[in-house]
Structure formats: structure tokens, C-alpha cells
């Protein structure tokens, strides 16, 4: 089933390895790409799918050389940014003194005003990804595909997007003197278009939904016209996505070293969450954490559901459907690592949860009014499944968890339009306490 949905992804992936494969480039530990189906290992390039199975190529790295104590000290003193963790991602040791945004090493708030409300007694903390410098996670893995970019020596920088991508492709390519050109839905949030087309790159509106963008992009990818382009999650998709790790690090390091119990993390194409587990699993191996059971959650929208719909009926393939959300970050219909999630899901013993537009805004809204943290629709859909789930018992209350939030309210302003003015009065003070608030 797998493989023959890869098919036609895996000979464009060929095609493009034959011309621009590079075994000298530099990419720190990153050693190889490993087939994560099949263990096939390919050197390091612009490749995306196994040329054996069809499976999605991921980086496998050279940790052995590496010491706890010593590499533990090294990141903690490293720079208050995902580089820090420079010698876990496939980056050049020399990382820091390049032109990138820098992002990362965001709060990690304890909210024991939202604790309080939801019943959580086991400590409860929202990792606000909203910090980064174009306000969405999206900063990390661009920052990973940029490098990937350089050593490949690609000069045009692209994604297909769901809108954070776009706005972080287009500020990393205006620092990094790239060009970019970027595809999106042509119906999303006047705050995404904008963030994408400000820093001056081509911004282009496809008539579809992502899925149509996104298969859009593949096939410009095997034709001429694409060519020297490193879209950033489809043919740089295996570094790319490597950047999600540094939440798994992060939230790690800033609990003291320690594993949290239970993660609520949003599904779009699933990276996220498949990167996440991949990340723990590393500071497992590594020393740096203590090896202890963790749980994790996906969040997604009821409108656009594929993944938890496949999950609540125990299947473990995912059936694509047609996005209608307000969540429009995570509205893949066809979530690319969806049978990754289930697995991560069903093997750590948590679940995948989902929620309607109406909870997504009343979870904003809590979120907003709790902590003083205003969250995309992106951040009502872990809010608001972190709530269901407890109310459900999926989630143990007495145990420390993480709720992630990917992205910044500011950009969806829509999803809570018909918040605004309490009162409005003539300047004066008789009209100020005839309105109620004296
Ligand atoms: C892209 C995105 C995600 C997660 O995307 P994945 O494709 O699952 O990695 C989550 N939140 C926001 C706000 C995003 O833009
Ligand atoms: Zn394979």
C-alpha cells in the first residue's frame, strides 16, 4: 500500500540525485540517508524516497565519537538558539557564523493558570513556539533545509506551504541572500499571505487546496523548470525535517534534563511529531536523559482529521480527506508521515484527538486568558485536545506534560474576529460608569 503510493515521489527523487549528488559536502554528523523502511543507505544529497522500496529517506548519523559529560557541556554552552544542538543536526560544525534567522531555545512556560483550569496537578507547561523570528516553528526546519541548500549549492529556495512555511522560507532566503519562490493555497489567512510576500520573495497562490500545492510541487521538481530549486519539505524534506528534534531537546533541557510524561503535539504532514520521537529517542541513546517511558499525543482539527480518524478505527494506514478547518497550518488531508504518527502513538501509549472549530476557538481564547499567550488556530487545537483527553482520562492530570504551541495569533486574527471592544464611551466619567466598569 505504502509503496505504491510512493512511486511516482521515488523516480523523481532518482532523477534528481543522479545530477546533483555531492559526497564531499559538509554536513557535520549527518553520515548518510537511511531508507526508514528498509535500512537502504544512499549518500548524503537532495533525495527524498528510497530508490529500493519507495520509503522516506531520513539522516543517520555518526554519534559514536560523542562523550555525555562533555557534549551536555558543549550544548549548555552553546548559543541561545537551535545551534546549540549543532552537533546532533545535519549542519556544519561552523553553523553559528552563517547568515540564518537563528531561532529556537523558546519559552517553555509553566502554566499553572491553565493547570488549575484543566485539573493538571502533575505540572503542566506550554512549549510557546510562537517566540521564533517569523512566529511559527517553522523557523527550525527551514533553518536545517537552508544548510542542506548551501552544500548543494542550490540558489533558489522553495516549499509548497499551508502558510508558516512560506513566511519562513521567504525571511531565511532574505537573510541568507537566497531567492525564493513559494506556493500556498490561494484562499489562506491575510496574516500568513502577508508574513510570506514581506520579505520580498515571489509568493504564489495555487487554485486548490495543500494537497493540490503540494502535488504541484512534485512535479515541478522533475521538470526542467524547477531545476537548482531545493524546495525545503519535498526534495530537502530529510534535513528539513531533522529541525523538529531541537523541541525535543529543548523541552529536555529547560525540565533539567529530564523526559516529560506525556507530549500533545498538532499533526499536519505528522514531521513534527515523528521528529520529536526521534529526537527523545537520541538524548535516550545519548546519556542526556534518563531512560523512562514518555507518551505522546497528536492534535488534529475534526475538519481535517485523517490521522486520528484512522486511529480511533485501529487501521493503520491513513485515508486522505478534504480539508474544512479554520486550522488551515495543519490542514493536510494527505499527511505524508500519518502511518509514522499512529505507530509512535499506539507504541508510546498515548493517543491522537481531535476537535472542532468551535473548541479551537474556545481554546485560544482559555489559552489567551490563562497565561497571556495568544496562540494560531495551530495552538487552540493542542489546547483544546489537551482538554478533551484529560476529560476523557487518555491523559493522566498527576503527570508533567507538554503542550506545544507552533504558531502566533496574530496571524489568524479571524479564528477570534468576534473578540473586540468591552464598551465604548464618551470621554468622560458620568458615560465611564453608566457603562458598568467603575
Ligand atoms: C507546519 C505546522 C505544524 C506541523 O507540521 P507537520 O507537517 O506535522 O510537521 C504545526 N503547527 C504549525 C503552526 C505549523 O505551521
Ligand atoms: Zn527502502
Known amino acids: 500500500m505504502r509503496k505504491m503510493r510512493r512511486k511516482g515521489l521515488a523516480s523523481m527523487a532518482v532523477q534528481t540525485v543522479a545530477s546533483t549528488t555531492n559526497s564531499t559536502v559538509d554536513l557535520g554528523p549527518a553520515a548518510a540517508l537511511s531508507c526508514r523502511e528498509c535500512g537502504h543507505r544512499v549518500p548524503l544529497g537532495p533525495v527524498f524516497a528510497c530508490e529500493e522500496c519507495f520509503g522516506p529517506l531520513e539522516i543517520a548519523y555518526d554519534f559514536s565519537a560523542y562523550d555525555t559529560e562533555k557534549l551536555r557541556a558543549s550544548i549548555e554552552a552553546g548559543p541561545a538558539n537551535i545551534w546549540r544542538y549543532a552537533p546532533l543536526l545535519p549542519v556544519p560544525a561552523d553553523v553559528a557564523g552563517k547568515p ?99 520579505y520580498g520573495g515571489e509568493l504564489v497562490g495555487i487554485e486548490g487546496n495543500y494537497d493540490d500545492v503540494n502535488r504541484f510541487c512534485s512535479e515541478l521538481i522533475g521538470d526542467p523548470a524547477g531545476e537548482g530549486w531545493g524546495f525545503v519539505n519535498v526534495n530537502l524534506r530529510p534535513y528539513y525535517a531533522e529541525g523538529s528534534k531541537t523541541l525535543a531537546y529543548e523541552i529536555c533541557e529547560q525540565l533539567g534534563w529530564r523526559l516529560p510524561d506525556q507530549l500533545v503535539v498538532p499533526i499536519a504532514s505528522g514531521s513534527q511529531l515523528t521528529k520529536i520521537d526521534k529526537g527523545l529517542q537520541e538524548l535516550i541513546k545519548l546519556g542526556l536523559v534518563e531512560d523512562r517511558p514518555y507518551k505522546i499525543f497528536g492534535a488534529q482539527a475534526e475538519g481535517c482529521s485523517p490521522v486520528s480518524t484512522a486511529y480511533k478505527a485501529g487501521h493503520d494506514v491513513v485515508r486522505p480527506q478534504k480539508p474544512d478547518t479554520i486550522a488551515k497550518s495543519l490542514a493536510i488531508g494527505n499527511p505524508a508521515d500519518g502511518p509514522y504518527v499512529l505507530d509512535i502513538a499506539r507504541r508510546t501509549g498515548g493517543a491522537v484527538e481531535d476537535v472542532t472549530d468551535a473548541e479551537i476557538v474556545d481554546a485560544i481564547k482559555l489559552l489567551a486568558r490563562t497565561e497571556g499567550i495568544f496562540a494560531e488556530t495551530a495552538g487552540g487545537v493542542t489546547v483544546g485536545v489537551t482538554r478533551k483527553l484529560i476529560e476523557s482520562g487518555a491523559l493522566d492530570p498527576a503527570k508533567t506534560t507538554v503542550v506545544l504551541n507552533t504558531g502566533d495569533g496574530l496571524k489568524t486574527l479571524d479564528a477570534v474576529a468576534g473578540t473586540g471592544l468591552t464598551a465604548t464611551i464618551r470621554p468622560n466619567l458620568d458615560s465611564f460608569r453608566k457603562a458598568g466598569l467603575a
Open 100 to 198: 540564518n534567522l537563528n531561532p529556537g531555545w523558546t519559552k517553555l512556560v509553566k502554566a499553572d493558570n491553565l493547570a488549575a483550569e484543566l485539573g493538571v496537578t502533575g505540572g503542566l507547561f506550554v512549549k510557546d513556539d510562537s517566540g521564533n523570528p517569523t512566529h511559527s516553528f517553522k523557523d527550525r526546519v527551514v533553518a536545517q533545509a537552508l544548510e542542506a541548500a548551501r552544500a548543494f549549492g542550490f540558489t533558489t529556495l522553495s516549499c509548497s506551504s499551508t502558510g508558516n512555511l512560506a513566511g519562513a522560507v521567504g525571511a531565511a532566503a532574505a537573510r541568507a541572500g537566497f531567492r525564493s519562490c513559494v506556493f500556498i493555497p490561494h484562499d489562506l489567512e491575510q496574516g500568513k499571505v502577508v508574513m510570506a510576500a514581506v
